[in-house]
């Protein structure tokens, strides 16, 4: 609709051309550029509010708007890496983004699928490791790198990438330097992944169980965060943890702080939020994910299998403690709550 608005008055201002002055020309078509522009800022404006209601929420920089549109958009990047040429992909842009998370909700999964994509490279926790971190200038340091195409890992597709990124998690210094992280994602065009888990108890399992897991090795005496068969799922679900009761409404009260504080940080950073939950059910999420980063379609798949399947009363030791205590609060949700 927008194109042919637009079309409409490029032909009628080609059948006026040869009879205007330069001057007058040249007005016109800066009235009518700016009246294309604003009708076309109008029309994308008028999309996002009408998808606020939806439980993925796309939210756009004002600046960005329109930016399918525009040959300059802010968010096609042609890298030059130093490492390497681009070779024939030289040409086609690339996305930058971060996938912001927490521990155990399901990002390592999400990656995986991202990565099965051919033209993605999700380089994982890059800020697991804290000489990365240290200051504010080493992470800039780090993010240059990754979104310079110059970060290798296997994930790396290198000259085909389309979209290029990495997995954050919240306590990886990112809620330290806020201001000057969401400084760099608007001033790189970085657009952020939210991946939440909305069961925030069945999380705290999965942290129990994977923090045991680190000194009982229990596959074989090694420790494995994400398992690719049924038996691995299944030896690892066998262990039950034990939630402390006392402190459970405040740890859940606390991870849901964070989240909220890291929506809040980051709100004005073109972002999707997404919840494990709905990625579990709805394949089509995934679909909306690529759209988001402006990628060509594809089925994506991941060989990873979950851990903790079924309800939640097999998985926790003291269940009938973490029932009475989250019973008539509300948490009371998450005893229920699949997945
Ligand atoms: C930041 O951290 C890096 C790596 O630890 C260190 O080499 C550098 O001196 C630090 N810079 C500042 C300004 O503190
Ligand atoms: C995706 O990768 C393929 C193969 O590496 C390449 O031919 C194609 O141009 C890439 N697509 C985009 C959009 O970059
Ligand atoms: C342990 O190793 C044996 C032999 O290599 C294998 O058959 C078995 O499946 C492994 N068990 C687990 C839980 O990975
Ligand atoms: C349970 O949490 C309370 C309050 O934070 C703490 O005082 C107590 O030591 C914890 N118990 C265990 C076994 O960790
Ligand atoms: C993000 O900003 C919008 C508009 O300013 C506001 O309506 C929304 O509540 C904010 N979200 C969060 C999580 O702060
Ligand atoms: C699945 O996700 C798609 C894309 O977000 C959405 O349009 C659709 O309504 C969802 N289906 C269900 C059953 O929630
Ligand atoms: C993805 O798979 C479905 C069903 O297997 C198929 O109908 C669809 O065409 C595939 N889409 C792409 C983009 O390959
Ligand atoms: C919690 O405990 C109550 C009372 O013992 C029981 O009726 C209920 O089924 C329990 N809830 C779950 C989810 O197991
Ligand atoms: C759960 O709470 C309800 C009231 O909210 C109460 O009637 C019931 O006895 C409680 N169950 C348990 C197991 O504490």
């Not at 009708?39 to 930016?67: A, F, W």
């Not at 890992?153 to 990124?165: L, P, R």
Request: net charge neutral; aromatic share 10%; glycine share 4%.
């Amino acid at each position: 609709m927008v194109e042919n608005f637009c079309s409409f008055f490029k032909d009628t201002l080609n059948l006026k051309v040869p009879k205007m002055s330069p001057l007058i020309l040249r007005m016109t078509i800066l009235v009518i550029a700016t009246v294309c522009g604003v009708y076309m800022c109008s029309v994308c404006l008028k999309q996002i509010n009408s998808q606020t209601n939806s439980t993925i929420e796309v939210i756009g920089r004002p600046d960005g708007c329109c930016e399918a549109d525009n040959l300059e958009s802010p968010y096609l990047h042609y890298p030059q890496p130093e490492t390497f040429s681009r070779a024939e992909c030289a040409e086609n842009p690339v996305h930058f983004f971060v996938i912001i998370s927490m521990q155990r909700s399901g990002s390592g999964w999400f990656e995986t699928l991202l990565n099965s994509h051919m033209n993605i490279s999700s380089n994982g926790e890059i800020f697991s490791y804290n000489d990365r971190r240290d200051n504010i200038s080493s992470i800039i340091r780090t993010l240059d790198r990754v979104y310079n195409l110059d970060w290798f890992n296997s994930a790396s597709k290198n000259e085909c990438s389309a979209a290029v990124g990495l997995k954050w998690m919240l306590n990886q210094g990112l809620m330290d330097y806020p201001k000057e992280i969401v400084e760099y994602f608007n001033r790189r065009s970085v657009s952020a992944i939210f991946l939440f888990r909305r069961n925030l108890l069945r999380r705290l399992v999965s942290v129990l169980a994977n923090s045991f897991d680190r000194h009982a090795k229990l596959l074989n005496g090694t420790h494995k965060s994400h398992v690719h068969s049924l038996e691995e799922a299944e030896a690892l679900s066998n262990y039950k943890p034990l939630i402390n009761s006392t402190s459970i409404i405040s740890d859940l009260k606390e991870a849901e702080f964070t989240m909220a504080q890291a929506l809040a940080y980051f709100n004005s950073t073109r972002h999707i939020i997404l919840y494990y939950e709905d990625l579990i059910q709805n394949r089509s999420k995934l679909m909306d994910v690529q759209d988001f980063l402006r990628i060509p379609r594809m089925n994506l798949t991941s060989r990873q299998v979950k851990i903790h399947k079924g309800a939640l009363r097999e998985h926790i030791k003291n269940w009938e403690d973490v029932n009475k205590t989250l019973n008539g609060t509300v948490y009371e949700k998450y005893l229920h709550l699949d997945y």
